[in-house]
């Protein structure tokens, strides 16, 4: 039988341990990923219309410590730390952690429809994969999903496909 001396010295974790996700802001690019993944609802990511901010969002009185949003996190931003006294005093809010993000309106319709940061990230990859980046692909990316499924619609009917008829 094993005992340990905490609380009187600290317990150290074992490798691998899922103790509180922390987060880093500066790495967060708005993308949402770790709140359709997160099984309790712990995590969310939602546009607020009326600030005209996506607000990033997390309850750590929910966290099941599943680390799915680690793993589904394309920055980093997110991942569990070692980290196992999490008890707070007296104001359950002490255990809810939030941050703003700016958004970006669509070009055509004027719709906020992502984050500024997530539109970078997207260059930036773009970049790394050794894309030119060129006014278009900018405008492309600036353009929400409805208005890209629309102009492709009219591409398609466009002089290529139907010889100039509508
Ligand atoms: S560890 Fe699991 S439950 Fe906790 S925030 Fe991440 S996805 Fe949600
Ligand atoms: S998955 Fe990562 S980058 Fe995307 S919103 Fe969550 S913490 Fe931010």
Redesign the pocket.
Known sequence: MITYDYPFKSYEVPEGFRGKPE?DYE?????????IACPPNA?N?KYDKENNKVI?SFDCGRCIFCGR?EE????G??ALSPLYEMAVRFDYKNLKEESELEVVKCKICGKAFTTKRLINYAIERMEVAGAVINEEKIDYLHTCPECKKSGAVEKFISEEHFGGKK
């Open positions: 987060y790495k967060c690019i708005g993308c949402g990923a770790c709140a995590l990511v990033w949003c589904v996190c394309p920055t931003a997110i």
